[in-house]
């Protein structure tokens, strides 16, 4: 939780950004008994193995939209206790077996579950929030400067985001997200056995994104390079569209682990 001057109740400082706070990332906890891994792209109510659990995360950020945390709670049906859990929930993003166990869901999704595993009405974000009771510090480094900045005439600043995920995609999946991103004309478009990696841009306000999700470390994880440029000092549309698009990826299946700035 972050206090009005930008604390973690733990001490981190971080800088409020003038957007307003995005929701909690919510995730079904499946139970350990299962014949085959979840489907990340089956709807709510389809998985193959029944939820026995809700995971709710909160990532922190610094001034330029770095992470620099994570607050986490948990709560399964045997034991009807909102437990604050950080470090597990930072700890299970490399550990490929309570991966397969952790499928991203929406507000909506974890409602259902928590219903029907007989919890009643899920607690507000706010009250949620208030069981994040240990705070997990995310490593940060000084800025990686790859390479000139090369900004385009017309802007004033451009920046280089890689926002790291955890699990694995489908064929299917990344032909979803590359329909979402960048619809061929007409609806048609080629479905070959190794897809282009989804890309995309948008313009918001005066500036402009790019973004391609692709492979990274040897295929083990997925990287979301964002590139932004800026067309004047403010940076209030950066934070949005990082969060939009990494819950768009998420989603699809895959998991946040980071969001890093290059450049």
């Not at 399964?76 to 490929?96: G, I, K, Y």
């Not at 083990?220 to 549309?237: I, M, P, Q, R």
């Amino acid at each position: 939780m972050i206090d009005d001057e930008g604390r973690t109740r733990h001490g981190a400082v971080v800088t409020r950004r003038s957007h307003p706070q995005r929701g909690l990332d919510y995730y079904l906890l499946l139970a350990r008994a299962r014949s085959a891994p979840a489907d990340p792209t089956r709807t709510r109510g389809e998985h193959p193995a029944a939820p026995e659990g809700i995971l709710v995360e909160e990532f922190v950020r610094d001034h330029e939209f770095v992470t620099v945390g994570l607050f986490a709670a948990a709560w399964r049906a045997d034991d009807p206790r909102w437990l604050s859990c950080a470090s597990l929930s930072r700890v299970m993003r490399t550990d490929p077996v309570s991966l397969t166990r952790v499928v991203p869901s929406d507000r909506s999704g974890a409602e259902i579950a928590y219903q029907q595993l007989g919890g009643g009405r899920l607690p507000d974000e706010a009250a949620l929030r208030s069981s994040f009771l240990d705070y997990e510090t995310l490593a940060t480094a000084p800025l990686l400067r790859l390479g000139p900045a090369d900004t385009p005439a017309g802007f004033r600043e451009k920046r280089t985001y890689r926002v790291l995920f955890a699990k694995d995609l489908q064929v299917e999946q990344v032909e979803a997200l590359r329909g979402r991103w960048n619809p061929p004309p007409g609806g048609q478009g080629g479905r070959g056995p190794i897809p282009q990696m989804p890309a995309g841009h948008r313009r918001a306000g005066d500036d402009l994104f790019s973004w391609t999700l692709h492979r990274i470390g040897g295929g083990l994880a997925w990287g979301l390079d964002v590139t932004a440029l800026l067309a004047t000092e403010l940076d209030d549309t950066v934070g949005p569209v990082l969060d939009d698009l990494t819950q768009t990826v998420r989603q699809h299946g895959l998991i946040p682990v980071v969001t890093e700035r290059f450049s």
